[in-house]
């Protein structure tokens, strides 16, 4: 058995499936972001306060 071909079944099993899980994590998390600014955005009043959804996801519940 040739060396390479053990290199590029390496690569093709071991290396190219993280690669891709590890991208789209990325891509995940840049998705969760712009998501989660634009919800900001849509739980504001018209004066620009924060309505009553954006304070109570600000909230700390284990506060007394």
């Known amino acids: 058995m040739d060396f390479g071909v053990v290199v590029m079944v ?5 290396v ?9 994590a990325v891509f995940a998390g840049v998705i969760g972001a712009l998501i989660g600014r634009q919800s900001d955005l849509d739980n504001v009043t018209q004066d620009g306060e924060p309505n009553e ?7 700390n519940p284990y506060v007394l």
């Open 53 to 59: 959804y954006l304070e109570l996801s600000e909230s």
């Open 10 to 14: 390496l690569l093709l099993v071991l």
């Open 16 to 24: 190219m499936p993280v690669g891709v899980l590890l991208s789209m």
